[in-house]
């Protein structure tokens, strides 16, 4: 008895390993590809819930999906709504490794054809690199995920009696609902939810419990995965709390819905499959998914603000700090950094526009003053503690572009506080119409400081400045040589236009960065901004 329970915890502990080996290699091939995708093609929650069913497919990964969508919601390339397509798609992906037991861990003698290609793995591991290391850890998960499956068929045969003590011979509600706790308890332990369907079809396989009883196992296990979007509230930033917050409802209310219709639904997939208990198992698994996605879609904006309410905005006129989870996936890091950062230029380029505005007051920048400098120090931090793989240049122009970009806009913020400067170029009607078109110019980049195009209009405006400054600060020195102004007068006016001068170029450059950290692919040298 007691070594049957230890040759299925055995098993399962390989069957883990095996899957983490896979989706990191998965994840590794597969992680540009599938992340320009899931951008591109989510443009509603229907669209986002078929991206994140393919994505969680090929990386065999909802976790990993997870963070991506995070990190476009943070960067806003993604709105919440769409987001939580996503989600809900991801639910549905991750029902495919039940799929790849059942059709071919249960159907073929996979563990005798996996020594071979273990030591295949080994091999291309230790000797090959870049994408054939990857190819080896790719081998070697799937090869552990059958040789742990083999071992928890093994050793469930002896499993029978523990199982009696959690679901009574007689199958009753009960029963079943304590075996959905146990599901969600299993899961929470083992932070697998594919590995705690791969026990469930062995124990189904075994008779250890029977086919309505798995169900509620299983149903407690895609309950019990949304442990991990729970320990992400903790400290997390608000879009990741409202992602979690929208994910650990989805699968509550999914699974609950589905524990109501096991007695119906079950035996009647059993039939249909010929009393294939564990192909009944896995359907059901995805179909009552499906079935969530379906019934939620079209419900999709009223449930995003339902979560919105319960994970309201903290009120803060500039954007959270970005997530430190997000940064074990550098992409996903660069995306939420950007998106901090474009929050921080929309407020900054909103409040700097409405001061130079004819008759603009400073209340914006007043409001900026305890914020701004916290927030470009802490954003950052953040962006140096982005660790990008040997190799990958476009992550690495993103993350020089995102450090140069937070330089000009901690340079821009410098000019704001010189009040005297900015009052001037308000007050002086020489000065105010070039103030003014600055400022205008400024209000329009807010609403999209990262998006094409927008540094050559500023840099239109900016040389347009630059002429214009030139000829004031000619005018000004010989109304001092002509005695029509003091010296201190025309200091002071000096100063302001090239203060005036030293902003625009900053805004153009802050523009420029911010299109550069949102490409894919590195642009050419010749396209970077030239040096400060």
Same mark, same amino acid.
């Given at each position: 008895?007691?070594? +049957?329970?230890?040759?299925?915890?055995?098993?399962?502990?390989?069957?883990?390993?095996?899957?983490? /080996?896979?989706?990191?290699?998965?994840?590794?091939?597969?992680?540009?590809?599938?992340?320009? @995708? =899931?951008?591109? @093609?989510?443009?509603?929650? =229907?669209?986002?819930?078929?991206a994140g069913a393919v994505t969680t497919a090929l990386i065999q990964s909802s976790?990993?999906? /997870?963070?991506?969508?995070?990190?476009?919601? &943070?960067? *806003?390339?993604?709105?919440?709504?769409?987001?939580?397509?996503?989600?809900? *798609?991801?639910?549905?992906?991750?029902?495919?490794?039940?799929?790849?037991?059942?059709?071919?861990?249960?159907? =073929?003698?996979?563990?005798?054809?996996?020594?071979? !290609?273990?030591?295949?793995?080994?091999?291309?591991?230790?000797?090959?690199? *870049?994408?054939?290391?990857?190819?080896?850890? =790719?081998?070697?998960?799937?090869?552990?995920?059958?040789?742990?499956?083999?071992?928890?068929?093994?050793?469930?045969?002896?499993?029978?009696?523990?199982?009696?003590?959690?679901?009574?011979?007689?199958?009753?509600?009960?029963?079943?609902?304590?075996? /959905?706790?146990?599901?969600?308890?299993?899961?929470?332990?083992?932070?697998?939810?594919? %590995?705690? @369907?791969?026990?469930?079809?062995?124990?189904?396989?075994? *008779?250890?419990?029977? !086919?309505?009883?798995?169900?509620?196992?299983?149903?407690?296990? +895609?309950?019990?995965?949304?442990?991990?979007?729970? !320990?992400?509230?903790?400290?997390?930033?608000?879009?990741?709390?409202?992602?979690?917050?929208?994910?650990?409802?989805?699968?509550?209310?999914?699974? #609950?819905?589905?524990?109501?219709?096991?007695?119906?639904?079950?035996?009647?997939?059993?039939?249909?499959?010929?009393?294939?208990?564990?192909?009944?198992?896995?359907?059901?698994?995805?179909?009552?998914?499906?079935?969530?996605?379906?019934?939620?879609?079209?419900?999709?904006?009223?449930?995003?603000?339902?979560?919105?309410?319960?994970?309201?905005?903290?009120?803060?006129?500039?954007?959270?700090?970005?997530?430190?989870?997000?940064?074990?996936?550098?992409?996903?890091?660069?995306?939420?950094?950007? &998106?901090?950062?474009?929050?921080? %230029?929309?407020?900054?380029?909103?409040?700097? &526009?409405?001061?130079?505005?004819?008759?603009?007051? +400073?209340?914006? /920048?007043?409001?900026?003053?305890? !914020?701004?400098?916290?927030?470009?120090?802490?954003?950052?931090?953040?962006?140096?503690r982005i660790a990008v793989p040997e190799g990958q240049a476009a992550p690495l122009?993103?993350?020089?572009? #995102?450090?140069?970009?937070?330089?000009?806009?901690?340079?821009?913020?410098?000019?704001?506080?010189?009040?005297?400067?900015?009052?001037?170029?308000?007050?002086?009607?020489?000065?105010?119409?070039? %103030?003014?078109?600055?400022?205008?110019?400024?209000?329009?980049?807010?609403?999209?400081?990262?998006?094409?195009?927008?540094?050559? $209009?500023?840099?239109?405006?900016?040389?347009?400045?630059?002429?214009?400054?030139?000829?004031?600060?000619?005018?000004?020195?010989?109304?001092?040589?002509?005695?029509?102004?003091?010296?201190?007068?025309?200091? %002071?006016?000096?100063?302001?236009?090239?203060?005036?001068? $030293?902003?625009? $170029?900053?805004?153009?450059?802050?523009?420029?960065?911010?299109?550069?950290?949102?490409?894919? @692919?590195?642009?050419?040298?010749?396209?970077?901004?030239?040096?400060?």
């Amino acid at each position: 008895m007691t070594g +049957d329970i230890l040759t299925l915890l055995g098993g399962t502990g390989m069957f883990l390993l095996g899957m983490q /080996l896979m989706t990191g290699a998965l994840a590794d091939i597969a992680s540009r590809q599938t992340r320009a @995708v =899931l951008r591109r @093609v989510t443009t509603s929650p =229907l669209t986002g819930a078929v991206a994140g069913a393919v994505t969680t497919a090929l990386i065999q990964s909802s976790s990993a999906t /997870l963070v991506m969508t995070i990190g476009f919601v &943070g960067a *806003g390339l993604l709105s919440f709504p769409q987001a939580m397509g996503v989600v809900f *798609g991801a639910n549905v992906g991750t029902t495919i490794t039940g799929w790849m037991v059942v059709l071919l861990g249960f159907k =073929l003698d996979l563990a005798r054809v996996a020594l071979p !290609l273990l030591f295949a793995a080994g091999l291309l591991s230790v000797m090959g690199r *870049g994408a054939w290391g990857r190819t080896g850890s =790719l081998l070697a998960g799937f090869s552990l995920i059958f040789l742990g499956l083999d071992m928890m068929q093994d050793g469930a045969a002896g499993f029978h009696d523990v199982m009696l003590s959690f679901a009574p011979t007689a199958d009753t509600l009960w029963g079943r609902f304590r075996l /959905l706790l146990l599901g969600v308890a299993v899961t929470v332990v083992i932070q697998s939810s594919s %590995a705690g @369907v791969a026990a469930t079809l062995v124990l189904l396989g075994s *008779g250890a419990i029977g !086919l309505p009883q798995a169900a509620a196992m299983v149903i407690g296990m +895609d309950i019990g995965t949304t442990f991990k979007s729970v !320990l992400a509230t903790l400290g997390g930033s608000r879009d990741m709390r409202r992602t979690a917050m929208a994910h650990v409802a989805y699968n509550v209310v999914t699974g #609950l819905a589905a524990f109501a219709v096991v007695t119906t639904a079950v035996p009647a997939l059993s039939r249909a499959l010929g009393g294939d208990g564990p192909a009944a198992l896995v359907a059901f698994h995805t179909l009552f998914n499906l079935m969530g996605v379906v019934l939620l879609l079209p419900f999709t904006a009223t449930f995003a603000r339902l979560i919105e309410w319960l994970v309201p905005g903290s009120g803060a006129v500039l954007g959270e700090p970005p997530d430190r989870r997000l940064l074990a996936d550098a992409p996903a890091a660069l995306d939420a950094a950007r &998106g901090a950062s474009d929050a921080d %230029a929309t407020a900054l380029f909103a409040a700097l &526009g409405a001061r130079l505005a004819p008759g603009g007051t +400073d209340a914006g /920048l007043a409001e900026l003053a305890p !914020l701004m400098r916290p927030a470009l120090e802490d954003l950052g931090t953040y962006v140096t503690r982005i660790a990008v793989p040997e190799g990958q240049a476009a992550p690495l122009a993103r993350r020089t572009a #995102l450090l140069h970009r937070i330089d000009h806009l901690n340079r821009l913020w410098h000019r704001t506080r010189q009040d005297g400067r900015i009052a001037l170029l308000t007050s002086d009607p020489e000065l105010g119409r070039a %103030a003014a078109v600055f400022g205008m110019a400024l209000r329009h980049a807010a609403a999209a400081p990262s998006a094409e195009g927008q540094h050559r $209009r500023m840099n239109r405006i900016a040389r347009l400045i630059g002429a214009r400054a030139l000829r004031l600060r000619r005018a000004a020195l010989l109304r001092e040589d002509a005695g029509l102004a003091s010296t201190v007068a025309v200091f %002071a006016q000096t100063d302001a236009i090239r203060s005036l001068e $030293r902003m625009a $170029r900053h805004a153009e450059r802050i523009l420029h960065y911010g299109e550069i950290a949102a490409m894919d @692919v590195p642009p050419p040298e010749a396209e970077w901004p030239e040096a400060a």
